[in-house]
């Protein structure tokens, strides 16, 4: 399961989330996401900054909550929402 | 206990008062041994009661000083008051043991008769004083022991601290090798110098000794082969003895310089080669003496072999000083042993009534330390709890698990291009933000709060108090919209008042989860869509004396007007005692919306929210509604 820029997440309990910007530091691939409404055709107005994991049977989203780690990755997660026409 | 006394006196005056009538009645001449017989029965009854009262007061003053304040603050204290106690006591059963001998006189066969018939009554008060002398000598040897272990305890404590001293001193002393040798160099070619050892020609001196060597052997032969000493040269003998014998000190001398040059590179090696100078000093010595017997003490030969014993003493207390540190480190081993149990054997307050009285009593300062020390420990447990509580906050950082990925509709996407700049706005200043409130923010409600304004170790309300507190440089544009979001801000909670419900906001099955936050849904993420609703129903909630919430109804109403503040008058509760939750319709503007229309958010009866849920606000007061309808309460 591979995540993309402008991906449309949906977790086990049926959150649903777009992927606006990603980067890749320290090996680790951090998103930039915004949460939708269930069905998935609204946007919820709420964000999160979160980092991937990867597992044996799949795969594991971590919201990121130290204050370092967001402004390490925060620059470029806007550069790369710049470059996102949203196409 | 007054009443006791008065009754003893008055039994004890009776008493003397009949048995001084019986003496009176056996001074005449005609003894009426049957009158005796009676006053004697009337005694005998007279002192059993007297006994009776004696007892009572007895145990009395038994209990009283059993159960004497022991309030003083140390064992030994506590100690000595035992010992005081236990004193009272025993004088107590002494006294009362003395009772019946003082009352009779044993000379008159009368009263010693009657004496007798109390030997059950004196056994067991014998008895009795035994106990209470046993209990007094256990309390005293206790004490006695102590003192004892005092004095024992001062004298390991004084050993200690002169060990301590000692090994201060000791590791003070310590020298290293290299430095002591080269002072122990210096001494001897001092030595050498001063005793001009160094001058000393060693072939001189041999063949000088040889030639009046040869001089004495001569004399010898003389002397064997004439027989006669008359004609032999004493004077010439004399000289040549003189001369062996110089000539030797010189020759030792250069042997011992010799000695005192040989090099040595450790403690061992400097200690074997001073054994060997202090050995040749003191053969030499013998070897002198030998020749002279009236040879003065101290001389310059006994001085010199002084001289090297002293440094090869110096050697050996250097070498000695490691081994005797650890010795004295040892000892002190064995002293803090000994420290530590000395008192063992020593019984305690607490173990002498238990074995007086066979009840295990904590002395008052013994469980005022054992509480303090419990208070203690719980308060170290509380802040390991809330330590652990916070660690383990701490380490729980969301974890989203992926189901599907997929691709977005490009009419999503043609949403998020408006947003796009704040979005990148909201991450460049906000980022910080995104933590502080709890890492899930919403957009809208944190789209003026910068990086600057939040402070990460600080919790989110200091955060947004921080926030309010900027208002004092707001513009005039920005007071305005401060103030129409702080009237937007009124809670509504009047059965009509047409509200806006945002995103995000929590709505529940019914109110006790409402109050309760139990079961809860979420609007934008669940059914219920961000949108204009009506007010149908107001709840009043229970909350307890501390203001926790109990989800207990207290009252509901769907009477269109009324409101929370109406009922709660109603009800008689204050402010901090209730709690209002409402719930929601569609309806419409002509107040149909008690009976929500189907689909709408009441028919699954999931639409109750807190009146002061920050996503809720007023657009239009039912008061203003109701009047554009013209129905409604009557007021």
């Known amino acids: 399961m591979k995540i993309n820029i402008n991906d449309v997440i949906t977790l ?17 691939k951090y998103y930039y996401l915004i949460e939708l409404t269930e069905d998935g055709e609204q946007i919820v107005d709420h964000v999160k900054i979160v980092k991937e994991l990867k597992e044996d049977n799949g795969m594991k989203l971590v919201v990121v909550s130290d204050p370092n780690e967001i402004n390490d990755v925060k620059d470029d997660l806007v550069a790369s929402l710049e470059k996102n026409n949203f196409e | 206990m007054n009443s006791y006394l008065w009754e003893i006196d008055t039994l004890t005056k009776a008493i003397e008062k009949y048995l001084n009538l019986i003496r009176k009645l056996k001074e005449k001449p005609d003894v009426n041994y049957k009158q005796i017989d009676n006053i004697q029965w009337k005694v005998l009854d007279l002192t059993l009661k007297l006994n009776e009262k004696y007892d009572k007061k007895y145990r009395e003053e038994l209990e009283k000083l059993e159960n004497m304040d022991m309030s003083l603050n140390s064992e030994q204290d506590l100690l000595h008051q035992e010992l005081f106690k236990r004193e009272a006591i025993l004088e107590l059963s002494r006294k009362r043991e003395r009772f019946f001998e003082s009352l009779f006189d044993l000379n008159f066969p009368e009263e010693k008769e009657l004496y007798e018939l109390f030997d059950d009554i004196r056994k067991q ?128 001398n250069y042997d011992l310089a010799q000695k005192m040059r040989k090099p040595v590179n450790n403690y061992e090696e400097l200690d074997k080669k001073l054994k060997e100078i202090v050995e040749m000093t003191t053969k030499r010595e013998k070897e002198v003496s030998l020749r002279n017997p009236n040879m003065q003490y101290p001389n310059n030969i006994s001085r ?217 849904y979420v609007t934008g993420r669940n059914g219920l869509q961000a949108d204009k609703y009506f007010i149908n129903r107001i709840a009043i909630m229970e909350k307890d004396t501390l203001g926790k919430p109990t989800g207990k109804i207290l009252a509901v109403s769907s009477t269109p007007g009324v409101s929370a503040k109406e009922l709660v008058k109603t009800l008689g509760l204050k402010e901090g005692q209730y709690e209002v939750m409402i719930h929601i319709g569609t309806g419409d503007k002509y107040g149909n919306y008690i009976e929500a229309p189907i689909n709408a958010p009441s028919i699954d009866d999931r639409c109750w929210m807190k009146a002061d849920d920050p996503g809720i606000k007023i657009v239009t007061p039912a008061l203003e509604m109701l009047k554009e309808s013209g129905k409604g309460m009557t007021r």
């Open chain 2, 304 to 520: 010199r072999r002084m001289f090297f014993m002293n440094l090869a003493q110096r050697v050996e207390k250097q070498i000695n000083i490691k081994p005797t540190i650890e010795k004295l480190k040892k000892r002190n081993q064995e002293i803090e042993k000994k420290l530590e149990i000395l008192f063992d054997d020593v019984k305690g307050l607490r173990e002498i009534n238990k074995i007086i009285t066979g009840k295990d009593v904590k002395p008052k300062f013994v469980e005022e330390i054992e509480l303090e020390e419990e208070s203690n420990k719980n308060n170290d447990n509380v802040t390991i709890v809330e330590e652990k509580e916070l660690a383990s906050k701490k380490d729980e950082d969301e974890v989203l698990e992926v189901k599907q990925v997929e691709k977005a509709k490009p009419s999503l996407l043609e949403k998020l291009k408006e947003k796009k700049s704040a979005l990148i706005n909201f991450i460049k200043n906000n980022a910080a933000a995104i933590i502080a409130t709890g890492v899930l923010v919403s957009l809208s409600a944190l789209g003026s709060i910068s990086d600057k304004d939040v402070q990460l170790d600080k919790p989110a309300a200091a955060v947004v108090q921080q926030s309010e507190q900027k208002n004092e440089s707001l513009s005039a544009n920005d007071l305005l919209a401060v103030i129409e979001e702080l009237e937007q801000k009124e809670i509504a909670q009047t059965i009509g008042d047409r509200i806006s419900v945002n995103n995000g906001v929590k709505y529940y099955t019914n109110a006790a989860a409402a109050q309760l936050d139990t079961e809860n």
């Open chain 1, 12 to 28: 086990t309990d049926n959150r649903k989330f777009l992927v606006l910007a990603e980067t890749l530091f320290n090996e680790t």
């Open chain 2, 125 to 252: 008060q014998t008895y009795e004083r035994t106990f209470h002398e046993l209990d007094f000598k256990l309390v005293k040897e206790q004490i006695d022991l102590v003192a004892e272990k005092r004095k024992e305890e001062h004298a390991l404590n004084e050993e200690l601290q002169n060990n301590l001293e000692t090994i201060k001193k000791l590791e003070e002393s310590i020298m290293e090798f290299q430095k002591f040798n080269a002072e122990m160099n210096e001494i001897f070619e001092r030595y050498i110098k001063i005793n001009g050892i160094y001058k000393i020609d060693v072939v001189a001196a041999w063949m000088n000794k040889n030639t009046a060597m040869e001089t004495v052997i001569s004399y010898y032969e003389e002397k064997r082969l004439t027989g006669n000493e008359q004609n032999i040269d004493d004077a010439q003998y004399k000289n040549a003895m003189r001369v062996i014998e110089e000539s030797n000190e010189l020759l030792f």
